[in-house]
Every structure is written in structure tokens, then in C-alpha cells.
């Protein structure tokens, strides 16, 4: 039973460790796109060429991922604080939890939730915000350019 309440825990540690490893990504990845866009709208523009509208919504694109990743770090943050809470709570009560303890309890678990659930939206719009500029801008790289 102990070996699989530590793996149990090894799986709890890398599932976090992986979202910790997709937001750097996120930024990374959505951060070099916009450089590339404005390295491309700069060059476009030293020649007196059109910059093309794929361009420029990439380059949004990229940009509302990095903002909303980090909405998602903010709701991560606020996701923790709850249950944070919510086990003080638990502890400090001890084994005989009061009624008010209690409501405490399930008022932080509550909010826990909710924000669980607005960081993994956050997380998913930001990861979709960054394929949508990778694939528009090698659009533009490939077929237009």
C-alpha cells in the first residue's frame, strides 16, 4: 500500500511539474513568434512592402497567449491559496470539526474548485492562442513570403 501511495505521489509532483513545463513553453514559444512579427513587420516595412494581415493577427495572437497564461499562473495561484486555507482549517480543527469549521472548510474547497477550473480554461485558451500564431505565421511564411 506504501509503494502505491508514493507513486501515487510522484504522479501528483510530475503532473504539476509538466503544466510548470507547457506555460514556459507557452511563453517561450509565443514570446520568439512575436519577435519574429515584428522583426518581419520591421523588415516589410524598410523595404516599402505591405505587411500582410496574417502577420499582424499572429502577432496578437502570440500576444493574448502570454496574457492569458499569465491570468492562468494568477488563478493557479489563487487555486493553491484556497486549499492552502482550507487545510489550516482542517488542522487546526483536528479531529473534531464544528459546524462553522466546517462551512469554512467547504467555502475554501468551493473556491478552490472555481478557480481550478478557470486556470485549466486560461491554460487551454493560451495554448490554442499559440497554435493559432504558429500556424498563421508559417502560413505567411510558407505560402505568401
Same mark, same amino acid.
Given at each position: 500500500m506504501n509503494e502505491v501511495k508514493e507513486r501515487?505521489?510522484?504522479s501528483w509532483e510530475g503532473m504539476f511539474y509538466?503544466?510548470?513545463r507547457i506555460d514556459l513553453l507557452i511563453v517561450s514559444i509565443s514570446g520568439a513568434g512575436i519577435y519574429v512579427c515584428l522583426e *518581419?513587420?520591421?523588415y516589410l516595412s524598410d523595404k516599402s512592402l505591405?505587411?500582410?494581415l496574417l502577420i499582424?493577427?499572429?502577432?496578437?495572437?502570440?500576444?493574448?497567449? &502570454?496574457i492569458i497564461n499569465f491570468l492562468s499562473q494568477v488563478f493557479g495561484y489563487k487555486t493553491?491559496?484556497?486549499?492552502?486555507?482550507?487545510?489550516?482549517?482542517?488542522?487546526?480543527?483536528?479531529?473534531k470539526v464544528s459546524k462553522k469549521e466546517?462551512?469554512? &472548510?467547504? *467555502? +475554501?474547497d468551493n473556491n478552490s474548485e472555481k478557480y481550478s477550473k478557470w *486556470?485549466?480554461?486560461?491554460? +487551454?485558451?493560451?495554448?490554442?492562442?499559440m497554435f493559432l500564431g504558429l500556424i498563421l505565421i508559417m502560413t505567411y511564411f510558407l505560402f505568401i513570403f
Open positions: 501515487q505521489k510522484l509538466s503544466i510548470q *518581419t513587420i520591421k505591405d505587411v500582410n499582424r493577427i499572429s502577432g496578437g495572437l502570440f500576444l493574448f497567449g &502570454i493553491n491559496q484556497q486549499d492552502f486555507l482550507m487545510c489550516q482549517v482542517k488542522i487546526d480543527a483536528g479531529k466546517q462551512i469554512q &472548510i467547504d *467555502t +475554501y *486556470t485549466d480554461i486560461f491554460n +487551454y485558451l493560451s495554448i490554442g492562442f
